[in-house]
């Protein structure tokens, strides 16, 4: 032993003492509230699986966007559902779309809230993919023409930014789209607009909540030939790097909890700025467990939003926030 005499308990025996030896603190500075927006006015339809989100027109999304910056949350992503699906996800990109009208609204009536927005193709394709789909005739086969997809994730993310997003986020994980989107914004004058990109995402069963209430489960087959195999850590590291090399600013390992050692390696490999996304499945097991008694709700939710803080990440995406920024204050 080289340090016989320490006594760890002596510095735990009292909360003042702990304060003083605490290496991570979890701060409402470090949240990003997920809020979903759909057309319609006066719209707020429970997500069943998600107690206490909605989906919001955008007056209601105005008004939960003001109480997100009045209880000092820094940042909001977006996500919208639009009117009507197709197989191009034209709802997503098309002039007027219901996440331009959305963030045009928040810029006009809501103070010092950064307005993420996502983007994907999967919340506006009828078939539910990430991008655009080639069938095989006649069988369940299909593949996702990646580079047809890259031009209509640069228009996206061209057009959120046009309408005033602070930061843009794609998450569908072609390969390329993050150059892709870069030069859309650099040609069209948004070079100071900052990229969040998802560059380690895993094919998750944690998303489930999620589809729900984005509508988007896939109809067919499932994104394990886009989005990352569980079991692989190696290959996140890879992913971020080349997120990294064609012009990410922020990057982001998603879900969060089961995947702690992701993001330690990749805050520890590359010193970006680390995103983690406490995704829906994460947050609804915890909701389901609280509303029978069987745990601690707020010590559970802080604990675990402390423990992706300690892991590196320097921002947490959870629908926690709110509440999380109301028990902080
Ligand atoms: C894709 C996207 C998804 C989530 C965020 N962006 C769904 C998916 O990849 O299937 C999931 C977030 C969550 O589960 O909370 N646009």
Known sequence: MRYPIYRPRRLRANENLRRLIRETRLSTDDLIMPL??????????????????YQLSVDELVKESAKAADLGVPAIILFGIPEKKDALGTGGYKK????????????SKVENLIVITDVCLCEYTDHGHC?????????????????AT???????ALSYAEAGADIVAPSDMMDGRIGAVRAA??????????????????????????????????????RRSYQMDPPNSDEAVREVALDIEEGADIVMVKPALAYLDVIYRV??????PVAAYNVSGEFSLVKAAAARNWVDEQKLVLE???????????????????EVAHWLA
């Open 36 to 53: 979903f927006v759909r057309p319609g006015k006066g719209v707020r339809n429970k997500i069943s699986s998600m107690p206490g989100n």
């Open 96 to 107: 007027g779309n219901i996440v331009t009208q959305a963030i045009k609204a928040i810029k």
């Open 131 to 147: 991008g655009v789909v080639k069938r095989k005739r006649g069988g369940k086969d299909f593949t996702v023409d990646n580079d």
């Open 150 to 156: 890259l031009e209509l994730l640069a228009k996206m």
């Open 185 to 222: 914004l650099d040609e069209n004058g948004f070079e100071n607009v900052p990229i969040m990109a998802y560059a380690a995402k895993y094919a998750s069963a944690f998303y489930g909540p999620f589809r729900e209430a984005a509508e988007s489960p896939p109809k067919f087959g499932d």
């Open 267 to 272: 805050k520890q490999e590359f010193g970006y």
């Open 304 to 322: 675990i939003l402390t423990s992706i803080k300690r892991a590196g990440a320097d921002m947490i995406l959870t629908y926690h926030a709110m």
